[in-house]
């Protein structure tokens, strides 16, 4: 893996630490991103598409 990019195994949950921010990933993610690190952009934006969109779902637009 390139050396910037870690994956932690911390009591079941997953944490990627890339370029010095952390962020909770799925298991899959972390798998696809231990089989080719090239993937880690497509794993963090699809990941933070599924959590803003899941967000908004909760806002109260007044």
């Not at 009591?11 to 090239?38: Q, R, V």
Request: hydrophobic residues 40%.
């Amino acid at each position: 893996m390139d050396d910037k990019i870690t994956i932690k195994n911390e009591n079941g949950s997953f944490i990627l630490t890339f370029e010095g921010k952390c962020m909770e990933i799925s298991k899959s993610e972390a798998a696809l991103i231990t089989h080719d690190p090239k993937l880690v952009y497509d794993v963090i934006i699809a990941h933070n598409r599924k959590f803003y969109f899941n967000a908004s779902e909760d806002t109260i637009i007044e």
